[in-house]
């Protein structure tokens, strides 16, 4: 093991070398470009033994990685924005298909107007897709998060692509202190992959990618379901796994001082720190607040969440994303499925800053709320 | 050329009496043997021949959508090769919507980046999985329902895009054009295709007996047609050196062509001539 400040895509690539893909074809975007940079450098050293594929499109580069996972092997690719845009399409076939790749998105906002900087928009437009998605909060869990990703991709009860999604810039782009878990303690993790079900063997010829009519595409669908049921406990399993052996551990939620708290904030991402810190703040006010990081976005975790805020009187939901007219979609969710009284704010679009002072205001307007959903840190309103 | 009995492509499949695309694929898999994926694109070609749960591939095969059999294909060829399979054939079977037009650039990604593989173009020349709309490669004067013939229309006012070139001028080691009424010449051409070490692009002419318009019995017969009026031409281009490989006897007129079919039906002789001037230039720049 040895520690380097890097970040977080620096952090991905350095995962991604350690699980050791046997393809990758990437596209470059901003703020993803430097993981496929620095993967293209693993390659031309020779420090990692894939076969980069440089495709002339993100669309592409989800497809090839289609083929090769179809062809029974490990498999990498990253995006970003208008690139996971322009793969949405695959991305419901990867589902569908039943191929454990794994996706590293850097979340950045969506065009028009075109903007660069982040928010969660793309991923969550990916929601309904039959992917995993775990959004992280830091350059650690970055890391830690591609290397379990391959491990419940890959697991039989699931086989359901990957997403692992990390905020661009406030991560992409940050530097943090991060642990480099050595090749023999990675291979006594995640062994090398051989898919169980290799399709495009020439011995054993099978079709992958049927047309199946209305007699069988609805059990096709409800599979994926079942799938994503199976990920709860797989999700849960390969973090105490991980424990073992890395010592860090990761779960479907994060609840932080909970349990007794007056207003729980919920988010997903790097605006966790800021929650943290801003709970801590509070704490020492004397005010009961907490904080209920959702890591696994998707399987949605409705019990473990639930089990969070049992004590909860309110719930304050950020979200960095917007279903226009119902609010974000995290609160959705928790409104759909938990009971508990929710406000939503949607926060931080484009990468507008959000601060301690805007959480305050957030924790003041769900003590004494006015309405249901509200904008943070507009200029106007 | 012995021309081997076993079939890869299995019967029993939903293609139309007469279809042209499976008899191009037969040929091709006889061709490849079983040591062969084939990817495929959305289109007749694969709806026809995967309905779930039954398949008529007798080698691995695998779709995933509509345009993207070019990087579907340059996966699967990165694949066998970590996997040290680097000996299988990788052919992509695409028709021309799924190639000359939605196909386009992730086609072109593939053939510039020079990945071992085999592309084939099964061209009917229009969008004939979703009922014969007009695609790229739909020839000049052909009626479809989206090139209609009308009061202000004689069809489709432009001549079909030349991919074969286009695949050329990206500077790959082996294109070719061919017919699936000249199975050897076509054979010969999917074989070489397989031996060459990168990517190879072959264009296959075949007639389409729903989109085109004429008696299921008459494929072989309109392929021939094709290539003996110089509607349709059979060459290859091998590290950039173009050769024909059939030149016709005797020329026979267009109008042959043109009017064994529907979709040429309402041409008159003005429009007919037209089309065959613009044959004769096109023959004419290759030696026909």
């Known amino acids: 093991m040895v520690k380097k400040v890097i970040t977080s895509n620096e952090a991905v690539a350095e995962a991604v070398k350690l699980a050791k893909p046997d393809v990758i074809p990437v596209y470059p975007i901003t703020p993803q470009t430097t993981i496929s940079e620095y993967l293209a450098q693993y390659v031309a050293d020779g420090d990692i033994d894939s076969e980069y594929i440089r495709v002339e499109s993100e669309h592409s580069a989800l497809s090839a990685a289609i083929g090769a996972s179809g062809a029974g092997v490990r498999v990498f690719t990253a995006t970003s924005s208008q690139g996971l845009m322009l793969m949405h399409e695959i991305v419901f076939a990867a589902a569908g298909m039943r191929v454990p790749i794994v996706l590293a998105d850097a979340n950045r906002a969506i065009s028009a107007p075109i903007n660069i900087w982040n928010d969660h928009q793309d991923s969550i437009s990916q929601r309904d897709a039959g992917w995993i998605q775990l959004y992280v909060e830091n350059a650690q869990e970055a890391l830690d998060s591609i290397l379990q990703a391959y491990k419940i991709a890959e697991n039989e009860e699931v086989l359901l692509p990957t997403m692992v999604c990390l905020d661009g810039f406030y991560l992409t782009h940050t530097v943090e202190p991060t642990e480099i878990p050595n090749q023999e303690q990675v291979d006594q993790f995640l062994p090398k992959y051989h898919g169980k079900y290799s399709f495009l063997d020439p011995k054993q010829p099978t079709s992958l990618g049927t047309l199946a009519d209305p007699q069988y595409y609805m059990e096709i669908r409800y599979q994926i379901e079942k799938s994503m049921e199976n990920s709860i406990d797989v999700i849960k399993e390969v973090g105490k796994e991980f424990k073992s052996v890395f010592g860090r551990e990761y779960g479907l939620i994060e609840a932080y001082k909970c349990e007794n708290a007056d207003v729980v904030l919920v988010a997903m991402g790097s605006i966790c720190t800021t929650l943290r810190y801003t709970v801590d703040q509070y704490r020492e006010k004397g005010e009961k607040i907490g904080l209920l990081k959702i890591r696994a976005y998707r399987p949605f975790p409705v019990d473990e969440i639930n089990e969070a805020l049992k004590n909860a009187k309110k719930v304050a939901v950020l979200d960095k994303n917007i279903s226009f007219g119902v609010g974000g979609a995290v609160y959705n969710d928790i409104k759909a499925k938990i009971d508990v009284e929710a406000y939503g704010f949607i926060v931080g679009l484009g990468g507008r800053d959000i601060n301690p002072e805007d959480i305050g205001d957030i924790i003041e307007k769900t003590k004494n709320p006015v309405k249901d959903i509200t904008w943070v840190g507009l200029k106007e309103e | ?288």
């Open chain 2, 1 to 288: 050329m012995k021309i081997p009995e076993e079939e890869l492509l299995a019967p029993g499949h939903r293609g139309c009496a007469g279809c042209g695309a499976t008899i191009g694929v037969r040929l091709a898999l006889k061709a490849l043997g079983r040591n062969t994926v084939a990817i495929s694109a959305t289109g007749c070609l694969e709806v026809i021949t995967t309905p779930f749960p039954e398949t008529a591939w007798e080698i691995p095969w695998i779709h995933v959508a509509f345009e993207n059999a070019g990087a579907v294909a340059s996966g699967v060829e990165r694949a066998m090769k970590a996997k040290g399979m680097e000996d299988t054939n990788i052919v992509a079977f695409g028709g021309d919507g799924g190639t000359a037009d939605i196909g386009f650039q992730s086609l072109s990604g593939a053939m510039e980046r020079g990945h071992n593989l085999i592309y084939i173009c099964y061209d009917n020349e229009a969008y004939m999985n979703t009922g014969i709309q007009r695609s790229g490669s739909t020839p000049y004067g052909a009626s479809t329902t989206t090139s209609p013939v009308g009061k202000k229309s004689f069809g489709e006012d432009k001549p079909k895009k030349n991919l074969p070139l286009i695949m050329a001028a990206h500077g790959i080691p082996y294109v070719a054009t061919a017919s699936i009424s000249y199975p050897e010449d076509f054979m010969r051409k999917v074989k070489k295709a397989s031996e060459i070490d990168g990517a190879s692009y072959i264009h296959l002419n075949q007639p389409c007996t729903t989109g085109w318009g004429y008696e299921s019995s008459k494929t072989i017969e309109l392929g021939r047609l094709a290539v003996e009026t110089g509607t349709w031409m059979l060459y290859e281009v091998v590290n950039g050196e173009f050769k024909l490989t059939y030149k016709p006897q005797v020329k026979r007129p267009v109008k042959e062509y043109l009017s064994a079919q529907k979709r040429f039906k309402h041409l008159n002789d003005e429009e007919v001539e037209t089309i065959q001037e613009y044959v004769n230039q096109q023959c004419k720049a290759v030696g026909i």
